[in-house]
Nanobody
Framework: QVQLVESGGGLVQAGGSLRLSCAASGRTFSMYPMGWFRQAPGKEREFVAA????????YYADSVKGRFTISRDSAKNTVYLQMNSLRVDDTAVYYC????????????????WGQGTQVTVSS
């Protein structure tokens, strides 16, 4: 079992920045590919970014490429999502997830999920 707890969400103006954190506990954290997803009201959950457990390869949705950066600190069992140049359409609940397929953008490839953290970007 892996338990995930997100933090760092909040209200920010367009153009601003936030850093989300996802603290993991349970089984060997460093083995798992990790991902960030988001879900806006009335929309399906969508992929944002992912990071491999071993090679630290990273993957991004086209909509966030160049603005968001995913990273992990295995010593702290934590994954981060640095979000810069935020836009109003980045507003969503952001979820951290631990998966089984490296670099996957599909929800079904992630077995463990956090409770989510709200990010609201105002114009």
């Amino acid at each position: 079992q892996v338990q995930l707890v997100e933090s760092g969400g909040g209200l920010v103006q367009a153009g601003g920045s936030l850093r989300l954190s996802c603290a993991a506990s349970g089984r060997t954290f460093s083995m798992y590919p990790m991902g960030w997803f988001r879900q806006a009201p009335g929309k399906e959950r969508e992929f944002v970014a992912a990071i491999n457990g071993r090679t630290i390869s990273t993957y991004y949705a086209d909509s966030v490429k160049g603005r968001f950066t995913i990273s992990r600190d295995s010593a702290k069992n934590t994954v981060y999502l640095q979000m810069n140049s935020l836009r109003v359409d980045d507003t969503a609940v952001y979820y951290c997830a631990a998966g089984v397929v490296i670099g996957s953008k599909e929800v079904r490839h992630y077995n463990y999920w956090g409770q989510g953290t709200q990010v609201t970007v105002s114009s």
